[in-house]
């Protein structure tokens, strides 16, 4: 980038310039669940922590 280009990129953000940043809707939110049936999700950490006990499960299992 010209000096002039930077200096025009600095005035908008870096970050909108190049489109580094989005928004994510969380009104959404469906994942598979561990029997592979689609369920819907109130939240992130719901999806987290559902994800969390079926690793650990796992994790148990590989250290038997």
């Not at 930077?6 to 989005?22: D, Q, R, Y």
């Not at 598979?32 to 079926?54: A, H, M, N, T, V």
């Amino acid at each position: 980038m010209t000096p002039e280009q930077m200096a025009n990129a600095e005035k908008e953000t870096i970050e909108k310039k190049f489109k580094l940043t989005t928004s994510v809707s969380l009104t959404n939110m469906v994942c598979f669940d561990k029997e592979g049936r689609i369920k819907r999700y109130e939240s992130p950490e719901q999806i987290l922590q559902e994800f969390f006990e079926i690793r650990k499960e796992y994790y148990q299992k590989r250290k038997v």
